[in-house]
């Protein structure tokens, strides 16, 4: 671990939690409401809302590991685009499709789930190749 490893964690970090808060809260929010007994209420997660940091710590820690071990001296915004895409085919895509399969989730809302979520995913890669732009190996 290095010094910019550890800023563009934070960076993702960062990111991860602002995109993750607009996604859920902002754009799905009443959605979520209508549904009151597949997710907690504000109240009921609130106690236990450390764990929502810890997993956004861990993703973004992830996120950018997995981006600078594979880094190429290659243009930076097509790659990390390309990276977003291929870790929401990995994680988000998939686990929506499983959610919906498995909890009374609304199509509606599985799919809107898959669009914010990989919308927020591209662009999280696009923010950690310009954090490791010109940092390639060849």
Do not use: C
């Not at 409401?33 to 209420?41: D, G, K, T, Y």
């Not at 919308?119 to 732009?133: D, E, H, N, Q, S």
């Amino acid at each position: 671990m290095n010094k910019k490893f550890l800023i563009a964690w934070l960076v993702i970090f960062v990111a991860y939690m602002a995109g993750s808060f607009l996604v859920h809260h902002a754009f799905l929010r009443e959605d979520y409401l209508a549904l009151p007994n597949l997710f907690r209420s504000e109240e009921d997660a609130q106690p236990i809302f450390y764990l929502m940091i810890i997993a956004h710590v861990l993703m973004a820690g992830a996120f950018t590991w997995i981006y600078a071990r594979g880094v190429e001296n290659k243009p930076w915004l097509g790659q990390g685009l390309r990276f977003g895409l291929a870790v929401a085919l990995l994680g988000v895509v998939p686990i929506y499709m499983i959610y919906y399969v498995v909890q009374p989730t609304p199509e509606t809302l599985a799919v809107k789930q898959i669009a914010f979520d990989g919308i927020k995913t591209v662009i999280l890669g696009g923010v950690v190749a310009f954090l490791y732009r010109g940092q390639g190996r060849a």
